[in-house]
């Protein structure tokens, strides 16, 4: 695998790929939708010493108490025939309630108050413009303030950085069409405008190229860009959490999952024994990998995908049977201490104590990981006796699936409301494990029907909307039906083959 290529050369690359990708469906991809780029202008701002942005891309800064931002386009509304969102992405991860008004820039019209509480790194948010105030937005642009939030909220931009974000990334007004290209969301997987942040989120996309690379030489070029970006020379460097420049570290269990996608695509990288030791590190005397020490270790569904499916498949591809057994492990005391009942809880404590039941996320990781780490797991009575587990579990989260294919967000809550991201990892690892023979054609027909149902939760650029925000606000924020766009759930959508179903 090649990864000498520099970022500009990858961009350019990734937006020839885009250009070339046939669309699909009755609507090609330039009849339906047009990016249409903002004109940026903002109080200069300089990052706090230590701080760092994502590949060092162009950025711009709200802050609380300033005049904000102002955007705008030097060209005629669109007709009337035609919507528009407006798109801004973060390019920090924010911990708190974040509002920010949006106003047209010259009459003060406000067009509507901004949600973006708790946004990921990376993460996309759009804002539907009303109809009748089309006209005046591009008669006077608009000007953007927070309202509700203490700390700076960095988005990407393109202000003459000599590095910039992909377009889905910056400011822009997505005007549309109504109609749909049904796989637009492969088009959206296969370029950049899929990355994210390092660990689970970025690891779920990569899984997915990883799967379309099976059949599409596009998602094998887009997967070798993007794996360059985090792995290249040998070593690993990324943005974290907190915006700091992170050079071959792995804080979590969640951030193996990236490994299981390099160990299939580069088995050499030096990279892959780090993550070896960092998980050797991480488990008991009975093999159990988890976060924490002693009393305080937290096990979470997430460590079946993020942890036993990357040990499984280091297992095959170095010949390190041990690690087979950690992977094992890991999944018997999930299966054991987090599955009751009628329910799966999400986390879970080795003295008993239960969170998050039937959390449709903490179910999709369950599955998924399940699926993933029995496929690679060589033959054995353990293998087996997961293979069981995984059914029961299976026909346990299938009797909660809606009339419409979806699940809600807590499948016993019906007041959480339906739920994208979740609906879509768990017909991931329904037709993942129905291709690999390790479930019926109920599992398939459950799949099939959780497909059609996201359907109309797809941008028309093929973004998945409907996505529960990342887990950083408790239960309140879990239950309250907020919803975001996420692209990591593209990952999930490549695994729903509906041609083999």
Same mark, same amino acid.
């Given at each position: ?23 699909? +469906? ?12 903002? #004109? ?27 005049? !904000? ?31 920010? $008004? ?47 939030? #203490? ?18 990334? @910056?400011?822009? @007004? ?51 860009? *993007? ?5 290249? =020379? =040998? ?16 804080? #979590? ?21 780090? /993550? %070896? ?12 990998? /988890?976060?924490?020490?002693?009393? =305080? ?5 997430? $460590? ?17 049977? $041990?690690?087979?057994?950690?992977? %094992? ?21 080795? *003295? ?53 294919? @979806? ?14 991201? +979740? ?16 479930? +019926?054609? =109920?599992?398939? $027909? ?15 650029? !093929?973004?998945?909307?409907? #996505? ?21 759930? @593209? ?11």
């Amino acid at each position: 695998m090649n990864f000498s290529i520099t970022r500009r050369e990858m961009l350019a690359a990734s937006a020839s790929l885009l250009a070339s990708t046939s669309a699909f +469906g009755k609507l090609k991809r330039e009849e339906l939708y047009t990016n249409l780029m903002a #004109t940026v202008t903002c109080a200069p701002s300089t990052l706090p010493e230590g701080k760092y942005i994502p590949f060092d891309w162009g950025y711009g800064e709200i802050s609380a108490g300033s005049e !904000g931002l102002k955007l705008f386009w030097n060209q005629p509304a669109p007709s009337k025939n035609q919507f528009a969102s407006l798109r801004i992405t973060s390019a920090t991860d924010v911990r708190e309630i974040l509002v920010l $008004e949006v106003k047209t820039a010259e009459t003060g019209k406000v067009i509507g108050e901004w949600d973006l509480r708790f946004a990921a790194l990376m993460q996309p948010f759009e804002l539907p413009i009303p109809a009748k105030d089309l006209e005046a937005v591009f008669a006077e642009g608009i000007t953007i303030k927070l309202v509700k939030g #203490t700390k700076p909220f960095w988005f990407f931009t393109n202000n003459n950085s000599e590095e910039t974000a992909p377009t889905a990334y @910056l400011p822009h @007004l997505l005007v549309y069409e109504k109609g749909m290209v049904k796989e637009a969301w492969q088009d959206r997987l296969m370029s950049l405008e899929s990355l994210q942040t390092f660990g689970w989120q970025q690891g779920i996309v990569w899984d997915g190229l990883l799967e379309m690379s099976k059949k599409s030489t596009k998602a094998k070029t887009v997967l070798e860009q *993007q794996l360059a970006l985090y792995f290249a =020379n =040998n070593s690993l460097l990324y943005c974290n959490l907190n915006n700091v420049k992170t050079l071959e570290e792995i804080h #979590t269990v969640e951030s193996i999952l990236p490994f299981a996608i390099l160990a299939q695509t580069n088995p050499g990288h030096a990279l892959l024994k780090t /993550a %070896i030791k960092f998980c050797e590190a991480h488990a008991n005397s009975e093999g159990v990998i /988890a976060d924490g020490t002693g009393d =305080n270790r937290m096990l979470k569904t997430e $460590e079946c995908y993020t942890v036993s499916y990357p040990l499984a498949v280091l297992a095959k591809t170095l010949n390190r049977p $041990e690690l087979a057994q950690l992977a %094992i492990r890991t999944l018997q005391a999930r299966v054991s201490i987090l599955e009751k009942g009628k329910s799966i809880y999400q986390r879970g404590t080795e *003295q008993g104590e239960l969170y998050f039941e039937n959390w449709g996320r903490g179910a999709a990781w369950y599955l998924l990981g399940l699926a993933k780490t029995l496929v690679h797991l060589p033959e054995s009575t353990e293998k087996e006796s997961l293979k069981r587990s995984f059914e029961q579990a299976v026909s346990k989260v299938i009797s909660y699936q809606l009339p419409g294919g @979806l699940w809600c967000n807590f499948f016993n809550l019906a007041e959480t409301g339906v739920e994208t991201s +979740g609906t879509a990892g768990i017909a991931a690892a329904l037709s993942y494990g129905y291709r690999n023979k390790l479930l +019926g054609k =109920n599992a398939a $027909e459950a799949a099939k029907n959780a497909s059609m149902g996201l359907l109309p939760y797809m941008t028309p650029d !093929g973004y998945l909307t409907g #996505t529960a925000q990342v887990n950083k606000g408790g239960d309140d924020l879990q239950k309250n039906g907020f919803r975001v766009i996420s692209p990591y759930t @593209l990952g999930f959508l490549a695994h729903l083959d509906l041609k083999n179903l």
